[in-house]
């Protein structure tokens, strides 16, 4: 009994000294100080002695780091700029002082969800647009992310113009549920130039009087492609299916851009570093049927480069816009006027270009060029 008494009476000063003075013991920072001090001197783990600061010191995994890519800020937001921009989602202002600004929202039924994809998993919304890595991106958040079935239509359950359940209330669900909107845009004369090569293989892609690429050159197909621009969704103008007046786009990316197709894929859609990066390389270099400005027969190589301001890729670029007709260059100019302005404007808002071996440089930066130097005067 006695022994029973002198327990109870020890675990009472133990409960009573732990529950009052321990607390006010570490709020003492030098008492503190002094038990992590004790605490780092070591302590058997498997029955060897093991510091605690040297657990904290082993080296971790070091995981790839992707660049976040900043959200597209709208151009009347940044420094203070007040110029508005035709591809900015519209605002009203309410308040006395007209200085509250609320995004309007739009009536149902105007946003046209045909080039929508949408993963729920990861809660990402993409207008893509044909010739713009659409495949890619297509396939990959339907067989990736949504895991959808490999059999016919259901292997595209993450498309809205094959799930019609993604329509529902005409995406108005994704800003509710605030899904990370993204479009994906390219150099407007390169989109064109890939959907003249790629008319060889998809039975889509033809205009008038030329069902592919191996019938009409490159500049006969621009001729033709006048009648078709509002008929083959191929031929659109990327504003019109991005439909910035009806969606606001948290994240504008650029198809040439490394920095952002490896932010989509790895970030946002949650893949391994670099796996769209393969996919989103720009291939428009090489041979192409078409007639060089001078007269002269030639397939763009990197020799045609005749600075040496441009690194290999740029030479290769290079050598291809002078394969291009001018005139060609001028009527797809003419044709997508507002797409060249959406470009640039991306250019100068979006992420920073890394032109370190010049892999973003494209068609419109030499079209840039001579038309400062006047040659299209």
């Known amino acids: 009994m006695k022994v029973r008494k002198k327990l109870v009476l020890i675990s009472s000063a133990i409960i009573v000294i732990v529950t009052f003075f321990i607390p006010d013991l570490f709020r003492s920072e030098k008492a503190l100080a002094i038990f992590l001090d004790i605490a780092d001197e070591g302590f058997l783990q498997n029955g060897v002695e093991v510091s605690a600061s040297s657990q904290k010191e082993q080296p971790r995994e070091n995981k790839p780091v992707v660049p976040i890519v900043r959200e597209w800020i709208p151009v009347r937001e940044r420094n203070g700029n007040n110029l508005a921009s035709r591809f900015d989602y519209t605002y009203i202002r309410r308040g006395n002082d007209n ?169 946002l859609l949650g893949l391994e570093e670099n796996y769209g990066t393969a996919n989103a390389k720009n291939k428009s270099s090489g041979e192409v049927k078409m007639t060089d400005r001078n007269t002269n027969a030639v397939n763009a190589t990197a020799d045609a480069a005749t600075t040496d301001t441009h690194h290999r890729n740029s030479g290769e670029k290079y050598g291809l816009y002078r394969s291009i007709p001018g005139r060609t260059i001028q009527t797809l100019a003419r044709y997508y006027a507002d797409d060249l ?6 250019l100068d808002y979006g992420t920073p270009r890394d032109d370190d071996d010049g892999d973003e440089t494209t068609l419109y930066d030499f079209y840039v060029e001579e038309k400062g130097r006047g040659v299209f005067a």
């Open 341 to 346: 302005e959406l470009w640039q404007e991306t």
């Open 99 to 267: 200085s509250t600004r609320i995004p309007l929202r739009r009536p149902d039924r105007k946003y046209d969800p045909r080039w929508l994809a949408v993963s729920h998993t990861r809660k990402v919304a993409v207008t893509w647009i044909p010739k713009v890595m659409c495949t890619t991106v297509r396939n990959v958040m339907s067989t990736e992310n949504e895991h959808c079935s490999t059999l016919g239509r259901d292997s595209r359950c993450s498309e809205a113009r094959i799930n019609k359940e993604l329509t529902f209330n005409n995406t108005m669900y994704i800003e509710q549920l605030d899904y990370a909107t993204v479009v994906f845009l390219r150099d407007p004369f390169e989109r064109a130039l890939s959907a003249y090569r790629n008319s060889i293989t998809n039975k889509y892609i033809h205009v008038r009087g030329c069902q592919n690429s191996s019938e009409c050159t490159f500049e006969e197909w621009v001729d033709r492609m006048k009648t078709d621009l509002d008929k083959n969704e191929h031929f659109f103008r990327q504003t019109k299916i991005a439909q910035f007046d009806k969606i606001r786009y948290k994240y504008r990316l650029r198809m040439t851009s490394k920095t952002d197709v490896n932010f989509f894929f790895t970030h």
